[in-house]
């Protein structure tokens, strides 16, 4: 493989990873910053630290993963559901959920359209782990473990989407917040998002290179 080819493929490598560690890192960074700047800590849901002091850290998080989703490059119908979960993401980022205590009809329709974006954005991430990640030979060890963190990944998403949708359906509103059920659901999805991407990332269980025989003397 030429010097440049190589030089590709580790940057994908190193974007892949990137992606995993803000996926898994951005739950704990907004919550102890929000700590650390005076704000409340837990929120209602990730989405709510738009209206905190890592406001600029949830944004420009989002904002860094839809951009690379959007430049990531695969099949054609793969590249237009990437570009789809990049929009997303950026969407989410943008357009903020409704403030508590909101009246007016533009604040509304932006939050109904934070809300389509967010579903948008988890189930691309879903379809990433379930659909995209697992594709390829399966016939080393590593491929195979990989495949399993990738499903149990998407899976864990998917269950997250599911149970959110019945939560703001049939959760009391003072029980979610008290327990911030929402923000724990979003929070889990996402680290599952983080750990796929840093698993493909060849940073863990990566196949071992192959050596050639030793030559028969």
């Not at 892949?16 to 898994?24: H, K, L, Q």
């Not at 944004?59 to 929009?87: E, H, K, M």
């Not at 195979?144 to 998403?157: F, L």
């Amino acid at each position: 493989m030429s010097s440049r080819a190589d030089g590709a493929v580790l940057s994908y490598l190193g974007l892949r990873r990137a992606v995993g560690v803000i996926g898994i890192l951005l739950p704990f960074v907004l919550v102890g910053g929000d700590l650390a700047l005076g704000g409340d800590g837990l929120r209602d849901s990730i989405s709510r630290y738009y209206y905190s002091p890592m406001r600029d850290v949830f944004v420009g998080s989002l904002c860094a993963v839809g951009i690379f989703l959007y430049c990531y490059r695969y099949d054609r119908p793969d590249n237009r559901l990437a570009n789809v979960t990049g929009t997303a993401a950026i969407a989410v980022a943008l357009l903020p959920t409704r403030p508590d205590g909101a009246t007016t009809t533009a604040a509304t329709v932006v939050g109904y359209l934070h809300l389509a974006a967010a579903t948008v954005f988890f189930a691309g991430l879903a379809w990433f782990c379930l659909a995209l990640f697992t594709r390829g030979e399966s016939g080393t060890p590593g491929k195979a473990a990989r495949n399993v963190v990738y499903r149990v990944c998407g899976a864990t998403i998917v269950a997250c989407l599911v149970l959110a949708a019945l939560d703001t359906a049939l959760v009391p509103d003072a029980v979610a917040e008290r327990f911030h059920t929402l923000f724990w659901l979003e929070a889990v999805a996402i680290l599952a998002f983080g750990v796929a991407w840093f698993v493909k990332g060849d940073t863990i269980l990566r196949d071992q290179p192959t050596q050639d025989p030793a030559p028969v003397i």
